[in-house]
């Protein structure tokens, strides 16, 4: 993180208190703030409920209530791997767990004990990618507001040009009847001239 970014926010989600206060504490010390929950359930409220102010899940895989798997599924119904980063943490030896997370949307995963330094590593990469995305829609938005608003001007420019032309010849047109081209006129057409004239 850089001094002018905001704290990121994120949630820990683990079924052993043990687990959730060491890595919450490892976490703050690094300046996140962290936030916890004791299962699957309650993570899942959180997050959906958070109006996505969270910017980052460390969601155990393992848990009673409901699994991480089932945890991540969900959340990757609302929100886009770019948009709200998940690393899996594991307990499991084998590499299926670890690949089935991946292919449901998980970042990321890392795994018990936990390496601290391999995962500060890890959540500074998918925080920076994030908050790069965030700036490239920024600025995707910004760019293309900025084309509509120069259609916009462009086809004012056309219509203005286009009124303007006809009514050139007209005050042409008026200009020349008014001047007495065109020989002495009725009273009656010579106001209505002189109205149209202004």
């Known amino acids: 993180m850089t001094e002018d970014t905001p704290t990121a926010r994120i949630l820990v989600v683990d079924d052993y208190e043990d687990n959730r206060d060491v890595m919450t504490r490892r976490l703050e010390r690094k300046g996140y703030s962290v936030i916890t929950a004791t299962g699957g359930v309650p993570a899942l409220e959180m997050v959906l409920q958070s109006n996505h102010d969270l910017d980052l899940v460390l969601l155990d895989i393992m848990m009673p209530d409901m699994d991480g798997m089932e945890v991540l599924i969900e959340i990757r119904k609302t929100y886009s791997h770019v948009e709200l980063p998940v690393i899996m943490v594991t307990a499991r030896d084998g590499s299926e767990s670890v690949v089935e997370a991946l292919n449901q949307g998980a970042n990321d995963y890392v795994t018990k004990p936990i390496d601290f330094p ?28 900025a084309a509509r608003l120069e259609a916009i001007g462009r086809l004012a420019a056309g219509v203005a040009h286009e009124v303007r032309n006809p009514l050139a010849r007209i005050q042409m047109g008026v200009d020349a009847i008014t001047s007495g081209v065109f020989g002495d006129l009725d009273p009656d057409i010579s106001e209505t001239l002189s109205d149209m004239a202004k």
């Open 118 to 145: 391999v995962l500060y590593a890890r959540v500074s990469a998918h925080l920076q990618l994030s908050s790069t995305w965030r700036k490239l829609r920024t600025a995707q938005r910004s760019l293309v507001e």
